[in-house]
């Protein structure tokens, strides 16, 4: 949506026009669903005015959006880099959260060597990596999957990233 937000938070029937623009385009070039991401869930009160307004589309909304948008974009970084999954170790940091147990959820429809999952250890933490862990084994049982029993330090993951982009780029 082209406009600025000062402009859309204080002229709601610009606002729905726009919102109902962007939804009818998204439609018309076959997308299966849009994400709203910003203040467009907000605007369009969760997606139901959307969801009211445009039939037999889907709207999605936070936690899931950025699940498939960081899915898409790994899928897209292993294709560049010819990464072989079944010979590789895939790290998920966050991993007792929503979106990274969503993440690692996805990629372990994979072959993967390893999987490890990483998190802030504490009770809750250590309740939800195991949980997910039994999951990522039930989707797929020729994966390993391991838990991290230390959190990287913030030196390592800026070393580990750095290595990264210099491969994408």
Request: hydrophobic share 45%; net charge positive; proline share 2%.
């Amino acid at each position: 949506i082209p406009n600025y937000t000062e402009e859309l938070l204080k002229e709601k029937i610009l606002r729905q026009k726009k919102l109902l623009q962007a939804g009818m385009l998204a439609k018309r070039l076959n997308a299966k669903f849009a994400g709203m991401a910003g203040l467009i869930a907000s605007f369009s009160k969760g997606g139901k005015y959307l969801s009211d307004n445009i039939e037999d589309f889907g709207f999605t909304t936070g936690h899931a959006y950025t699940i498939a948008n960081i899915y898409e974009i790994t899928k897209e970084i292993i294709k560049r880099v010819s990464l072989d999954l079944s010979a590789s170790t895939v790290a998920i940091v966050g991993a007792a959260g929503s979106i990274g147990s969503g993440v690692a959820k996805l990629l372990s429809e994979n072959i993967i060597k390893n999987t490890l999952l990483i998190d802030v250890p504490n009770m809750v933490s250590s309740n939800k990596l195991n949980t997910l862990k039994d999951a990522l084994r039930e989707i797929n049982p020729n994966n390993q999957v391991m838990i991290s029993k230390r959190i990287m330090t913030s030196t390592v993951s800026i070393k580990v990233m750095k290595s990264l982009t210099a491969l994408v780029d």
